[in-house]
């Protein structure tokens, strides 16, 4: 509850807004009272009615909700000054009361705030532009703005911007070095200078026109988002536009690359790559990476942070056959472009394939299963569909390697982020007798076992799923299955991603009252958390995820990827396990002796002691954000990341195509093949 002093303190600081004339003179209301009052009612009776763990509307979930609304509005402190985020915390705590009278002052006062703020920064930004840049100047500049406080005065902003366009602008200068040894053009280093400046300010001038253009509507949006998210990560508020287009909306899969992205604290981030698309190929985009920058091949970069998902992804989005070139910041801190040819998924790179793998003195030879996602064709043949699935495939591929006489199998669900359910407890069940495979317990408590009811075997030999942090969902089900039933042995990353959640997508619009307020739609949808996985020993998979048995060097291991690292994540609980009947063919297996036997072989694997140091050196990277703003030193920097970068590429299974390599899109399918066999074999996990 808020005291006396701080309510008081709140209705002073409110009158004071009210009266400042900078402020209320901004920007016209946009966006309709009434409208706006009904989607605060829908959304909290869908909240509280629907959600696996609704929250109380107090103070402490106002907070959560203002800091996660504060992150959206300016997460790299490039406008606010902390003057302003005062003025703004006076609604800190009061946000459930604005959702309960329907009325918001929070998304009208930020507004005209920003507004204001960027209008100032662009004059700012456009002096600074024009000024001198020192190329060899030993300075550098904190990167990560979670280490630094928002500004305290103008001139404090303004240092901050100079820095930031240095860095910028020396970039920029590298890469048309880059380009002109490509082109074989040549010009002085005081011509790429200017020219690095004349871009660098055309890309900050566009993207300040984009911000000023923002309407009352998008704050009112990022508002109610916050609202959601406050509940857990993956409750959203997705407007009308965005429900519109479900591609972006719903999965945030992209024609053209084929990556999914999320719009998280100002940025644009990828949460997967889609098998057999362009990215996957092209092997150099990967999961956690945040895309600051988009551009045509010839084109300049035009700055996405701080953009709508939807904006960003006009712009990725392309003819097939052209480039686009993004521009990424990696985990670790380590700015690259990519390019990527924008084309169709190669469709066949999405489905479960086997190969067999000959140990290193011939002895024996073992069987491998790569299922890059569980898919399913829900629509009859009648109606136009395929009918295949990933379980028919996992049983045909079964067969193949049955016939080879196989010594034992390995199933790589390495970067596999879920898919249909239905495949995920299908293909447990090919590996034991009937049985079930995963809890899903609802809101009010209710738990429903899903179980194979097959109860043919399908291959009874050695068994190892390969893991990693990537892998999430029904990846997580299927393997966390096969370890409580004793059934495999588990390898991989310290943890799988912990995605124990079940969403639902709501149509606000079927959910008005009463038929006479259709002129307030569209209202947009909710994704919404309902369900919550377990596994057969009652286990949730959220938030810890699969931990395995066996854990080997990961060079992405410093990521911090996975619902750990989400704001208001659902926490791991358990239920009561379910009864199971577990495999006896494991029964006499020593796990410890197999654990000390797996370092060993990791000790002397030049491999794996070249993982393990790229992992050392890319978490020291990570843990050192300060930026280099000497073009030596960042010349240096883009070159280590390059490298490390291609060594990540040529470990990783499904990638056929090796960063830096002309693509060959007209490969056959013989080609192909022989290409991800090679892969395979030289994998070292």
């Known amino acids: ?177 880059e380009d002109e040894a490509t082109s074989g053009k040549k010009s002085s280093s005081a011509e790429r200078l200017q020219i690095a400046r004349e871009k660098v300010g055309k890309t900050f001038e566009d993207f300040f026109t984009r911000m000023l253009e923002e309407k009352d509507q998008d704050y009112y949006d990022r508002y109610f988002n916050a609202v959601t998210r406050a ?75 701080d953009t709508r998902i939807r904006d960003a992804v006009s712009l990725i989005r392309g003819k097939k056959g052209t480039e686009v070139r993004l521009t990424v910041k990696k985990a670790d801190g380590a700015s690259l472009v990519i390019p ?24 024996r030879s073992f069987g491998y299963i790569h299922i890059p996602t569980f898919y399913r064709d829900f629509k009859s043949p009648r109606d136009g569909g395929t009918g295949r699935n990933s379980t028919d495939d996992v049983k045909a591929e079964l067969r193949q390697l049955k016939a080879k006489n196989t010594d034992g199998l390995i199933l790589d669900l390495r970067d596999n982020g879920g898919g249909a359910l239905t495949d995920a407890v299908s293909i447990a069940g090919l590996f034991f007798k009937s049985g079930p495979v995963v809890q899903v317990k609802s809101g009010d408590g209710r738990i429903q076992v899903l179980a194979d009811d097959d109860a043919a075997i399908h291959y009874s030999g050695p068994l190892v ?17 096969l370890q409580d039933y004793g059934r495999a042995i588990i390898i991989g990353s310290e943890h799988t991603h912990g995605k124990g959640t079940v969403q639902a997508i709501i149509d606000l619009d079927r959910s008005v009252p009463f038929r006479n307020m259709d002129q307030y739609k569209p209202l947009g949808a909710l994704k919404l958390t309902t369900q919550k996985f377990y596994r057969v020993s009652g286990e949730s998979t959220q938030y810890r995820g699969v931990v395995p048995d066996i854990v080997l060097p990961d060079r992405l291991g410093h990521l911090k990827s996975g619902e750990q690292y989400l704001d208001y994540s659902l926490p791991w609980d358990s239920v009561a396990s379910t009864r199971f009947e577990p495999w006896t063919g494991l029964a006499n297996t020593d796990l410890s002796l197999i654990k000390s036997r797996s370092q060993q072989r990791i000790a002397v694997s030049t491999d794996f002691r070249q993982i393990a140091a ?28 390059k490298l490390l970068l291609e060594k990540s590429s040529r470990t990783m299974h499904g990638n056929i195509e090796m960063p830096g390599e002309e693509r060959k899109p007209l490969l056959t399918p013989e080609e192909r093949r022989a290409a991800w066999e090679k892969k395979v074999k030289e994998d070292p996990y």
């Open 465 to 481: 799923v390969l893991v990693n942090q990537f892998s999430a969902s029904a990846s997580e089900i299927l393997a966390g299955a």
């Open 1 to 177: 509850m808020m005291t006396w002093i701080s309510r008081k303190l709140i209705a002073l600081l409110t009158i004071g807004l009210l009266a400042t004339p900078s402020l209320a003179l901004q920007a016209p209301a946009e966006t309709d009272p009434h409208k706006s009052k009904l989607l605060s009612y829908l959304l909290r009776q869908q909240l509280s009615t629907n959600h696996f763990s609704p929250k109380e509307l107090d103070d402490t979930f106002s907070q959560a909700a203002f800091d996660l609304y504060l992150k959206q509005l300016d997460f790299q402190k490039r406008f606010l000054l902390k003057k302003d985020v005062v003025t703004l915390q006076a609604y800190a705590t009061r946000i459930d009361e604005e959702l309960h009278r329907g009325v918001f002052d929070l998304p009208v006062v930020s507004a005209a705030l920003v507004r204001e703020r960027v209008a100032e920064v662009r004059e700012m930004v456009r002096t600074l532009v024009a000024g001198p840049v020192d190329l060899n100047r030993q300075e550098k500049f904190q990167a990560d703005p979670e280490k630094f406080e928002f500004s305290a005065t103008p001139q404090e902003l303004r240092e901050r911007w100079r820095q930031i366009i240095t860095f910028q602008v020396l970039t920029r200068y590298l890469n048309l070095e």
């Open 340 to 363: 990527i040819i924008r084309d169709v998924v190669q469709i066949e790179e999405s489905f479960v394939k086997s190969s067999v793998i000959t140990s290193p003195n011939g002895g």
């Open 614 to 641: 790229d992992a050392a050196t890319a978490r020291q990277k990570q843990e050192n954000t300060l930026q280099s703003l000497n073009l030596e030193e960042i010349r240096r920097e883009r070159a280590e990341a």
């Open 231 to 305: 509940h857990d990560p993956h409750t959203n508020y997705l407007p009308p536009m965005q429900k519109e287009d479900f591609d972006i909306g719903m999965s945030g899969s992209l024609e053209g690359i084929g990556a999914t992205l999320k719009e998280e604290d100002g940025f644009i981030k990828v949460v997967a790559i889609i098998p057999g698309s362009p990215a996957y190929l092209q092997g150099q985009l990967q999961p956690e990476d945040v895309i600051l920058k988009v551009a045509e091949k010839t084109g300049d970069p035009v700055d996405i942070t």
